[in-house]
């Protein structure tokens, strides 16, 4: 059974930084996509940043230049590193995986399987 666990969320002002992770048990990255989506109440999912098997990176257009996702396939763990963060970044981050054979990271929720519950992040002006 795989199970995504996420940590690393918190309370930054703006301007600050935070990293995420998200380890993963019962998966194996072999042909697979992982990221990150953020939810914020009455706001609909998005997709903030993935990484597939190969090392193909796609990112929402507003993080872009901010955050940076990596993983580390030997530790199950892929990170997310936020960086110049505003309050518009306010959300759930969740952790979610795709099952094999994803050929190219996508930011569309629907191709992932596998999701984590989530860690807060707050920005405050």
């Known amino acids: 059974q795989v199970h995504l666990v996420e940590s690393g969320g918190g309370s930054v002002q703006a301007g600050g930084s935070l990293r995420l992770s998200c380890k993963a048990s019962g998966y194996s990255y072999g042909s697979s996509c992982i990221g990150w989506f953020r939810q914020a109440p009455g706001k609909e999912r998005e997709g903030v940043g993935i990484i597939s098997y190969l090392g193909r990176t796609i990112y929402a257009a507003s993080v872009k230049g901010r955050f940076t996702i990596s993983q580390d396939n030997a530790q199950n763990t892929v990170s997310l590193q936020m960086n110049s963060l505003k309050p518009e970044d306010t959300a759930m981050y969740h952790c979610?995986?795709?099952?094999?054979?994803?050929?190219?990271?996508?930011?569309?929720?629907?191709?992932?399987?596998?999701w984590g519950q989530g860690t807060q992040v707050t920005v405050s002006s």
């Open positions: 979610a995986a795709s099952g094999p054979g994803c050929r190219s990271p996508s930011l569309s929720g629907i191709f992932y399987d596998y």
